[in-house]
């Protein structure tokens, strides 16, 4: 079993839709949580940390963690289709918090 | 400020050469990481700085890699022997230092092709 696992995709949503990914852990992660945004041929920008059970808020972007069900969703409000993109969920370890698990990605296509 | 840099930006080798990869991380940072990603997936961790020393280097494939920091700043990354199997992209990251876990900024990479 990995560390991090997400569904590779794609998912395809409409312009203006809601976009859900998600991503479940194993117990040989800490606490800490963090979602990259990868373009094709660019390196991961980060769109949200969470270290804390419940939601947390950024503009149309909502993480939400699970500790008992170990799982992390991102939610994407008014899908655009700049958000066409890869999403990686990373979760730091849980002996080294410094050292960061990565899913493969999930891949977004928000279609106009 | 200026984000984190990497150098060159391709990187293209013979099998059985010898290449170093920079990474100059952003100003302030004390922590420094270098992951490689391969095509689909996501970025594997190889090695992680708290200033001079390597805190974590359990990533390391083998002992054909090795990465330095020498003062605390820039780090190189080096590959000896390189293999048609070492080809993917390293990326560095670089972070405040100040607790486990925090964010950490990538730089563009280094694609890094072996032929």
């Known amino acids: 079993q990995k560390e991090v696992e997400q569904n590779s995709g794609p998912l395809s949503v409409p312009e203006g839709a809601i976009a859900s990914l998600n991503c479940t852990y194993s117990d040989r992660v800490s606490q800490s949580f963090f979602w990259y945004r990868q373009y094709s041929g660019k390196s991961p920008e980060l769109i949200m940390s969470i270290y804390s059970n419940g939601d947390k808020e950024d503009g149309r972007f909502t993480a939400q963690l699970n500790k008992a069900s170990q799982y992390v969703s991102l939610l994407i409000r008014d899908s655009q289709p700049s958000d066409s993109a890869t999403y990686l969920c990373a979760a730091g370890g849980l002996y080294n918090f410094n050292k960061f698990y990565f899913g493969s990605g999930t891949k977004l296509n928000v279609k106009p | 400020g200026a984000g984190v840099s990497q150098t060159p930006s391709n990187k293209v080798t013979e099998k059985g050469k010898y290449v170093e990869l920079r990474c100059d991380p952003i100003?302030?940072?004390?922590?420094l990481y270098w992951y490689r990603q391969s095509l689909g997936q996501g970025p594997e961790f190889l090695i992680y700085?708290?200033?001079?020393?390597?805190?974590?280097d359990s990533g390391l494939p083998n002992d054909r890699f090795f990465a330095v920091r020498p003062e605390g700043s820039v780090s190189t990354l080096k590959i000896q022997r390189t293999e048609r199997g070492d080809s993917a992209v390293y990326l560095c990251?670089?972070?405040?230092?100040?607790?486990?876990?925090?964010?950490?900024?990538f730089g563009p990479g280094t694609r890094l092709l072996v032929l």
């Open positions: 990251a670089s972070s405040l230092g100040t607790f486990g876990g925090e964010t950490q900024y």
């Open positions: 100003s302030g940072h004390t922590a």
């Open positions: 700085f708290q200033g001079t020393g390597a805190a974590d």
